[in-house]
């Protein structure tokens, strides 16, 4: 993307996104399903992350899935050599 587009890409995308140039209004809270250990998953809020990069967005995930590293993560602890040595929020998929 060149130079004259991208100071406007996430106006761009905004726009389009919604045909619209105000902003939706937002959560200040993330719901999130949290592995705390081995077959202990939470449901809790989070803060919605803070965008700090004018080229990052935050997108509203409306439905989700979980997959099978996250299954394994519950079951296991672990994939490969990463292990889960404090609580991870699952479902990267989104």
């Given at each position: ?22 902003p939706p209004t937002m959560s ?60 991870m929020v699952l479902g990267h998929?989104?």
């Amino acid at each position: 993307m060149d130079g004259r587009l991208s100071s406007l890409f996430p106006a761009l995308i905004f726009q389009f996104a919604t045909n619209s140039t105000t902003p939706p209004t937002m959560s200040t809270q993330n719901p999130s399903f949290v592995l705390e250990k081995v077959g202990l998953v939470r449901y809790e809020d989070r803060p919605v992350p803070t965008i700090t990069n004018p080229h990052d967005v935050i997108v509203n995930v409306r439905y989700t899935g979980i997959c099978g590293s996250d299954v394994h993560y519950y079951t296991h602890g672990s994939i490969g050599k990463y292990v889960v040595e404090k609580p991870m929020v699952l479902g990267h998929e989104s």
